[in-house]
């Protein structure tokens, strides 16, 4: 079968660049074309990816607090782009301090994210969430 | 002696160029009218007698061409999104030493297919998707042009996934296959497309352009001249087995009408904590600005840098500017014979240096975050380059040539713009950079040293 495509980045003038290189031998490592997109990158660059290499998933890493911020209209510029139905994930310290999860979860949800993963998750959870949205067996 | 001859026929002049391989050294040049009319053979006649005259020579043991009579190459591209694989078929076509009439991005509608019937491009190169990656822009685009009413060469480059598929649907077409311009995102793969590019150049746009009688004399390549400077330039940077080059160099070439530019360089950043965005550069990389040269395009100068810098840089008021470059406009062949004029070509051409140098380069952009300065670049850092060379008609006969070409360096009030910071400056003075990247491709080292000599440097 052929490999299932994902596009990865650190969104916005981020520069965590170590998480990133985890999640590209993570996901490589499972089984997925990764195209990784490195640090600061926009929402632009993302989806422009996505549409030439025809991905099947957009997986969005924000360490540095501001991701809310930087995610914002995400989901609407995929629809625009003709991305309609691509997943979506966020993860890493998606926003500043402690905040109950499920208020933020709440939050990106609205704004359109497929999937919203707390501080400390591990790649292989969403290896797993991937291998269910993408019916891969 | 045994002596080669290079031709380049030129869009307005035939220049022919005699070298002696034996000794190693440029013989003489000549030059005349190019006669696209009635058979571009005549210029070649007239440019022949000249250096007849000058040298005593009419026999050669070869003979070499390079054309951009005609129109040169003309090209139009496709692609999906228009910051990957429409870019990279636009750099692609570019480095083959085309003239790219136009380059579209997403999918074609009738309008596009009807305007480009009316352009009748001497190839059409169609990408889009990465292999593997999207079909759907390509197959709709290979449908829509497959009823184009024009009669051209398509060269199929892009999601090699989908290829088979694509020609299919073009088969009633003259259509060429070959390697993805992007077959990934971090991966840009043009020489397989300029190959093709080349060759189709050799096997028709030769007989179409009027050229096929001068073929049958020539013994060698035919390339698209923009072709022919930009191998002369990849010599004279790598140098050859036996002979160093000067490493990497950027340069520009003014004409009347389009302004070129080439680096051959890698680009890298040259700053600490920066970060690369956008397609990755070609090392040898060739930009065209249409809008910018010293006749046909002198408006666009005049656009692209204001009203206000042309003053600046002329000293002459910005009413009588706009005045005297309707008349360079409609009178190509002005001449710099008055004070004025003068004045005008020199702001005119260093505005053109400047613009088209800085549109070449790639741009640094600071970005602070809490830890401090973070660099974005995207293109080529060419701070580092050493060597800066002149060419074309409009600077080389220039006598403030290396204070025109300065303008294509860095520049304080401009410091994103990644152009070099000291370079020397060789200009082109005997033109001949065309006919050195012809005579390259059997005579390496007779060309290089021909350009390591011919080149004057005029470093302020
Ligand atoms: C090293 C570091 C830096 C280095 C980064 C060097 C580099 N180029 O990589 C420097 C010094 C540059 C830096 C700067 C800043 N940092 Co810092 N930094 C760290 C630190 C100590 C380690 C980060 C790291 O590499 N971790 C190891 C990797 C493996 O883990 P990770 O990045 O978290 O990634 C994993 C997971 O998050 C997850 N993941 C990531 N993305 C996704 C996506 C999905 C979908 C999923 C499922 C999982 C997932 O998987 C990854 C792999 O296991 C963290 C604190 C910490 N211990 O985490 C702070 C930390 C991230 N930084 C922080 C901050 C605030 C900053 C600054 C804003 C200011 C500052 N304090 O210096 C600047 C921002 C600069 C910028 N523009 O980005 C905060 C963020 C707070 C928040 N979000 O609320 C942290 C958490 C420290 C803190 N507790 O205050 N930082």
Redesign the interface.
Known sequence: M?KK?LVIGVIG???HAVGNKILYHAFTDAGF?V?NL???VSQE?YI??A?????DAIIVSSL?GHGELDCRGFRDRCNEAGLKDILLYVGGNIVVGKQPFEEVEQRFLEMGFSRVYPAGTSPETAIEDLRKDLRIE | MQAILLIDFGSTFTKVTAVDIEAGQLIDTASSYTTVETDVGEGLEFALAKLKKQTGLENFQKRLACSSAAGGLRMVASGLVPALTAEAAKVASLGAGAKVMKVYSYQLIDEDIEEIANIKPDIFLLTGGTDGGNQDCILHNAGMLVDCKADFPILLAGNRSCAAECEKILSKREVYRCENVLPQLEKLNIEPVQRHIRDLFLRQIINAKGLSREAELISGIMMPTPAAVLQAMELLAKGTDSRPGLGELFAVDLGGATTDVYSMASGAPTLENTVIKGLPEPWAKRTVEGDIGMRYSAAGISTAVGLERLSQLSGLKPQKIVEMIKHTEQNPDTMPNTPEQSALDFALAAAAVETASARHAGIIEETYTPLGQTWLQSGKDLTKVKTLIATGGALIHNRDVSKIVTHALYNESVPESLRPKSSRILIDRQYILSAMGLLSIEYPDVALSIMKKELEDVSI
Request: aromatic share 6%; charged share 35%; net charge negative.
């Open positions: 052929e495509k003038a981020d520069v074309e195209i490195g640090v600061m660059e422009e990816a549409i030439e290499s025809a991905a540095y």
